[in-house]
């Protein structure tokens, strides 16, 4: 998700676990040697900037659709976008919508076309499903049946990754300790336990997995409007694997995410006698891109005209 790539005089050193990291697999089968994802091509689109691009060699995810209703949601959305309602995926009514607590884990992680520094990384991204939102047409983001995100929060523990994002202000939180435990046979069905200890709202969940059957290509644009401007954070994943999971969201009462996430999803899931934790029970996608996700973050920066408050350029 970055720039350019930098001529390398040597082979670079296979990338390592960082031992600051909690427990982090992707995928409970040995990785394929000498995988590597091509980079998305850099595109000055109208009126956007590629600030990065990003590569993973392979990568698992589960994306928890946690049915909310409006009354919630309506305030977390700037203008100029629009919920998608839950009825137009089966999974609510048409004031209903749908919290995206996507679960994402990558090998062999590259910036800007970059020799890796870490075997893998997490990435939880909480987000709400919405429209394709107006800017998409000059971002060159207008693709057919592509899934729109706008992103309330996120969370990494990949701190270099972390400062890329926040050069356009998409909101991201750097979690060390975050556990992405994948026991997933290459079939897709088995378990994957997730767990953020975030600061401001916590959470953690149980998915089991379904199945695999191949799904082409998947691309997911995640927008936020911060003081730079509108940022899109777009993944390509092609091939895709797709199937369906069941999952118990856990909170911890009294937080943002659990005032949320509170009444949604399918109903509510048990308390966790350990740890007080509510939660919901919900439907997610399980998925898997056996060849790598590529991805580019863009920026259109905020005019500065008469009376406009501006970020440094």
């Known amino acids: 998700m970055l720039g350019a790539a930098t001529p390398l005089a040597a082979a670079p050193a296979p990338a390592t676990a960082d031992p600051a990291d909690a427990r982090v697999v992707c995928r409970s089968s040995s990785p394929a040697a000498g995988t590597t994802a091509d980079r998305v091509t850099e595109a000055q689109q109208a009126g956007f900037t590629v600030l990065h691009t990003y590569d993973k060699s392979f990568a698992t995810e589960v994306g928890n659709a946690v049915r909310v209703g409006k009354d919630k949601l309506l305030p977390l959305l700037p203008r100029g976008y629009e919920f998608r309602p839950a009825s137009e995926l089966g999974l609510g009514g048409a004031d209903d919508g749908i919290v995206a607590i996507t679960n994402f884990c990558g090998e062999n992680p590259r910036i800007d076309g970059e020799p890796p520094r870490r075997a893998t990384y997490a990435e939880i991204r909480v987000s709400i499903l919405v429209r394709e939102p107006a800017a998409a047409s000059s971002a060159g983001l207008n693709i057919p049946g592509a899934l729109h995100f706008y992103v309330l929060a996120a969370y990494t523990n990949d701190p270099r990754y972390a400062a890329t994002l926040r050069e356009a202000d998409t909101p991201v939180d750097i979690v060390r300790k975050i556990t992405y435990d994948h026991r997933m046979n290459d079939a897709g069905v088995g378990d994957l336990a997730v767990r953020v200890p975030a600061k401001r709202s916590p959470f953690y969940s149980s998915n089991t997995g379904f199945g695999y059957q191949p799904a082409g290509v998947l691309n997911s644009i995640f927008w936020h409007a911060g003081r730079r401007g509108t940022t899109a954070l777009h993944f390509l994943n092609d091939p895709a694997e797709q199937g369906q999971a069941l999952s118990l969201v856990y909170t911890k009462p009294g937080t943002p ?23 919901v029970s919900t439907p997610s996608l399980n998925l898997r891109y056996a060849e790598g996700s590529r991805g580019r973050l863009l920026l259109l920066r905020k005019s500065c005209g008469s009376g406009a408050t501006c970020a440094e350029r």
């Open 257 to 279: 995410l659990n005032r949320l996430l509170a009444g949604g999803g399918l109903g509510p899931g048990p308390t966790d006698p350990a740890t007080g934790f509510e939660s």
